[in-house]
């Protein structure tokens, strides 16, 4: 038996090319954060399987996908970066003429086997499609390149609006902004524009914004307001917190949970258990690791070898840290309650796998920057 036919060399081979384009930091992150999302779940769900085992079944085809994904050359999923973008305005544009619509919002869509969040897809689709736009014109970007940029972004953040979905929205829109930052936009400009959305906000107020967007505003400011209303889910969430102390009090011993005063224990607020179980030290571990992930992003960001790969990193790397942050910033009551899962924990089909595949794309633009390991 010669060497290349051996056994252990023939594992040796098999294990190289099944982990060679996986990231070994990103991928350790986001087990982490899976593994804790698991036993948070359980937990949530009212000690129930349900959520659990079809968390499982999307993460395993997360996972399917992370590999597919991150193996492919950051230059030819570009090729794919237009059609998603259609095929996310379309499937928008679906939404407003049959979506589904759930507690007053219309943002799913019924599609025989199942029903998806198209906005899910822009999270994807929109820095994908205007860093490949910049990359078209790299070395003679003009004004008006910016401005078409700024198109791309309307179109979807508009449609996502009109749902209305203004978390969504906003984060969506930052994705493609991030984009256009990392491409180079002059900081005139960003400041410029920064106190052009500063002198807008009595125009959004008055004419941009629904009542109930307001109302959460408002509720901010002062939850007590309207405790048994629009206050609720913000001072549940609070106390859950509060109550988890330092050490938290265990899992499975969370009174606001179980006893069902956490509104969306397993979506939007799903923090709030976490607080509450594993208190300030499960908190702090858990951003933790989300520093880690988003450091690693800003690593492979800032080694990219062309503009398509740096501008994407970087607004994905950034997209995932906004996610996270208004996500705890809500349930913290620090930030206005809006429609927003924390990154990898949440459930929801779409959700996770658009997380996933903000980390493959991410770990295929950082193969770019390393040799590929053979055996000789």
């Known amino acids: 038996m010669t060497e290349n036919n051996h056994p252990t060399s023939l594992w040796k081979k098999i294990r190289q090319t099944v982990w060679e384009p996986i990231d070994p930091w990103l991928f350790f992150a986001m087990l982490a954060v899976y593994i804790m999302s698991l036993f948070l779940l359980y937990s949530a769900d009212g000690q129930e399987f349900g959520q659990l085992e079809n968390k499982t079944l999307h993460t395993v085809l997360g996972f399917a996908l992370l590999w597919l994904v991150a193996s492919i050359k950051p230059e030819k999923v570009a090729k794919i970066a237009l059609p998603i973008y259609v095929i996310g305005v379309v499937l928008l544009i679906g939404v407003e003429v049959a979506g589904v619509t759930v507690n007053g919002s219309t943002r799913w869509l019924n599609i025989g086997v199942g029903r998806i969040q198209p906005s899910e897809i822009m999270k ?191 607004a994905l790397t950034m997209t995932f840290f906004c996610y996270a942050f208004v996500n705890m910033g809500m349930v913290s009551g620090i930030l206005p309650v809006v429609g927003v899962p924390l990154p990898l924990v949440s459930y929801g089909g779409t959700a996770t796998l658009s997380i996933v595949m903000v980390l493959a794309l991410l770990m295929g633009i950082g193969n770019e920057q390393r040799p590929r390991r053979r055996e000789e």
């Not at 929109?126 to 401005?147: D, I």
């Not at 078409?148 to 984060?171: H, N």
């Not at 256009?180 to 400009?189: N, Q």
């Not at 224990?265 to 799903?270: E, K, M, N, Q």
């Open 124 to 314: 994807i689709g929109l820095p994908m499609t205007v860093a490949w736009y910049f990359q078209r014109y790299e070395g003679r970007l003009r004004w008006y390149h910016y401005l078409a940029a700024m198109a791309l972004v309307v179109v979807p953040v508009g449609l996502i609006l009109k749902q209305p979905d203004l978390g969504t929205a906003t984060l969506i829109m930052a994705s493609g902004l991030f984009v256009v930052f990392f491409a180079g936009l002059p900081w005139k400009v960003i400041f410029a524009a920064i106190v052009a959305f500063i002198a807008a906000l009595p125009l959004m107020w008055n004419y941009g914004m629904h009542d109930y967007q307001k109302a959460r505003v408002l509720t901010l400011l002062d939850p007590t307001k309207d405790p048994l209303g629009d206050g609720y889910h913000i001072i549940q969430s609070m106390i859950a917190i509060g109550s988890g102390g330092v050490w938290g009090k265990g899992w499975l011993n969370g009174t606001q949970t179980h006893l069902d005063y956490i509104p969306e224990s397993t979506t939007d607020f799903i923090f709030a258990v976490f607080g509450e179980e594993f208190g300030l030290i499960g908190n702090t571990l858990l951003l933790l690791v989300y520093l880690i992930i988003l450091a690693r992003g800003l690593y492979i960001a800032s080694r990219a070898k062309s503009l398509y790969s740096r501008t994407l990193a970087g």
